[in-house]
């Protein structure tokens, strides 16, 4: 290590200023990765299941949304990695479960991932000629082209196999859509929330931006809820030819309640278990609108009159169910996206919907989802970066008892910011919560190598200075190269030990190991050029501060000889 460093710190105390030049033109080279970097609030956790949460059109009957679900989990199930799955369609009688029969769920439990299928992967040999076809064998010892099948491409295959008309695909994991849909009751990634008044004008609106979002590169699907699409039977009571009858409105109703729509008589008691008993007309009485027409309703004479003689009946369309947020009612549409982040789709689909839907005085749109969020993430860390830099700061000052060197020391950290940047760049990773966290944790990392830099440094001048050696730039050159060269041992070793902590996370596998790739690669990639630079550049910062006071010159040569004037 001696011998590659010494060159370099004679190399770059000679080049000062074009070091100093570099050193910031690296800095700034930073812009170019964040510019090309989306943004998500978290990276997706690969929970070991999946979620399949289609939607259907309102007025769905029971049958007909029995018969989507045993079909759909019939197709799943025909996947060689799929274990089994179990769907659900309607809701229980709880307030924790407001799902409409239009939405269905089912379930998918994976087999282990070393039985899924083996699928071809394009690396960067596979469109060599065929006289390299030697070569080729042993890049594949170490680059195989076939390896098992990736949860997105599963999730793809999956989507590409269940296509049926009026059904909305959204694909998502167990957990995460629990999570989601308590704090927002959004179970995609983005959702767009429009408030008003008028339940109409917000379906109106709803189907508008369904459309326009279907057009949008990166949508997998899109599907706003129809908030008056459901389908009511009414009965609307003739009150004066039940009055020439004899009977009361109260009765007329109380027969649609219990022969039509059935009515709780009494109770069976099963052991410990209790259960209702309800009677109504069977199917074949009441399952269209003539023979609903024909339920006789009894007279008081003994006689029955059809019911189609003392109330019109008509379907209506109305309401499903009615959602308010903040007071105000709201219509919801879902988009799941697919090979875009986050912020990059939202930002283009807060621009087309700006540009192409005219939003009705009264009305707002609220762009919710993860994306609300990432945005509630981004305020706190817009007060959490500041402070910990402050902090670290504070503490650093404490430690040194000088402004100047708690700023040297904190070049470190626009130094790490390169690697940390890039190396996320090139992983194809997007800023997340993750990432900042990572990035937190690196100016930490980061204040410590530089001030073990700067530490060596400090002693080294001490060292000459209490020697009576510190009268030259010349001087001062050497007490660098002890500092510098001759302590670079431990300073390498402080940087080693810190990747080899960190860089088994890259290679990790599992459940949680998404998230701890992101927070561990801005550590990875700023730790090694903030090492890289700060042996580089702390030499000529510190020539550069102690040699103002040295009224002699000096000069190194390119065989690391030194010249004074």
């Not at 939405?103 to 299928?117: A, G, N, Q, V, Y």
């Not at 409105?249 to 109770?267: C, K, L, P, R």
Request: glycine letters at 8%; zero cysteines; charged letters at 20%.
């Amino acid at each position: 290590l001696i011998r590659l460093y010494h060159p370099v710190v004679d190399f770059v105390l000679r080049w000062r200023k074009a070091t100093l030049l570099v050193a910031l033109l690296l800095v700034l080279s930073i812009a170019y990765p964040l510019s090309k970097m989306g943004s998500e609030f978290m990276p997706p956790l690969y929970e070991g299941d999946l979620l399949y949460m289609p939607t259907t059109l309102p007025g769905i009957s029971v049958t007909k949304a029995r018969e989507l679900l045993q079909q759909t989990d019939r197709i799943i199930a025909s996947f060689p990695e799929v274990h089994h799955t179990f769907g659900k369609v309607g809701r229980a009688e709880t307030a924790t479960d407001p799902a409409p029969l239009s939405m269905i769920e089912t379930t998918i439990m994976l087999k282990p991932e070393d039985e899924w299928r083996k699928v071809p992967t394009e690396r960067f040999y596979s469109d060599w000629p065929e006289w390299s076809e030697g070569l080729k064998k042993g890049l594949r010892l170490v680059w195989p082209e076939m390896k098992p099948i990736s949860v997105e491409k599963l999730t793809e295959e999956l989507n590409n196999a269940i296509k049926f008309p009026g059904l909305t695909n959204a694909w998502t994991m167990p957990i995460k859509t629990r999570i989601d849909m308590l704090s927002t009751g959004i179970k995609t990634p983005v959702g767009i929330k429009v408030m008003g008044d008028d339940l109409q004008t917000l379906s109106d609106i709803g189907e508008q931006i369904e459309a326009l979002m279907r057009t949008l590169p990166g949508t997998l699907s899109a599907f706003s809820e129809r908030v008056v699409g459901g389908n009511y039977l009414d009965f609307t009571v003739d009150r004066a030819a039940a009055a020439r009858y004899g009977i009361t409105v109260g009765e007329v109703q109380e027969i649609i309640q219990s022969a039509i729509g059935g009515m709780n008589v009494t109770q069976t008691v099963e052991g410990l278990e209790r259960y209702p008993v309800n009677i109504r007309y069977q199917r074949d009485f009441r399952n269209d609108l003539p023979a609903l027409g024909r339920v006789l309703v009894p007279l008081r004479d003994g006689n029955h009159v059809p019911i189609s003689q003392l109330a019109d009946i008509e379907i209506k369309k109305g309401p499903p169910g009615i959602k308010s947020e903040n007071a105000r009612r709201t219509a919801w549409v879902y988009v799941d996206i697919r090979g875009i982040d986050v912020g990059t789709y939202v930002k283009s689909a807060q621009k087309a919907v700006s540009e192409q839907i005219e939003v009705p005085a009264g009305y707002s749109i609220v762009w919710s989802g993860q994306f609300e969020y990432m945005e509630a993430a981004k305020k706190r860390f817009m007060v959490v970066i500041p402070m910990t830099v402050l902090i670290i700061f504070v503490i650093i000052y404490m430690s040194t008892k000088s402004v100047t060197k708690t700023a040297i020391v904190f070049l470190a950290v626009p130094f790490s910011l390169v690697g940390a940047f890039w190396f996320l760049y090139l992983l194809d990773y997007n800023t997340s919560v993750a990432v900042w966290v990572g990035v937190i944790a690196l100016a930490g990392l980061d204040a410590e190598t530089g001030v073990v830099m700067l530490l060596y440094l400090d002693l080294a001048h001490k060292l000459w200075g209490d020697k009576g050696r510190m009268n030259t730039r010349g001087d001062l050159v050497q007490a660098i190269h002890h500092g510098a060269v001759k302590r670079i041992r431990p300073k390498v070793m402080t940087i080693s030990v810190i990747i080899a902590g960190l860089v088994p996370i890259m290679w990790s596998h599992g459940a949680g190991a998404d998230v701890m790739k992101r927070i561990a690669a801005p550590m990875v990639g700023g730790v090694v050029t903030s090492g890289i630079m700060e042996l580089m550049v702390y030499p000529v910062i510190y020539f550069i501060w102690r040699g103002r006071h040295l009224e002699k010159t000096v000069r190194v040569t390119s065989e690391g000889d030194i010249e004074e004037h």
